[in-house]
């Protein structure tokens, strides 16, 4: 194991563009997230275990650290 993970990650939303900084949980998977700006609901893309693997700049906790996540 390299560290500590990264616990913050940018996410993009896709619909719009607009980019927020989100504390991304340690030992959870976070399925969906509201866009502050336009209200789209990001939800992981097919093979992803979470938004943030999916959308964010940095991969979950749990990736990070090369265990699967979610328990998958």
Known sequence: MAG???LHSTLT???C?????EQMPVDACQFVHVC???SARLR???GD???FCSY???ACPPVQAD?????G
């Open 49 to 51: 275990c979470c938004v």
């Open 13 to 15: 939303c896709p619909d």
């Open 67 to 71: 265990h699967s996540c979610c328990g």
């Open 4 to 6: 500590q993970p990264i």
């Open 56 to 58: 964010g700049d940095v």
């Open 44 to 46: 992981p893309k097919t």
């Open 36 to 38: 502050a700006n336009c």
């Open 17 to 21: 563009g607009h980019r927020s900084l």
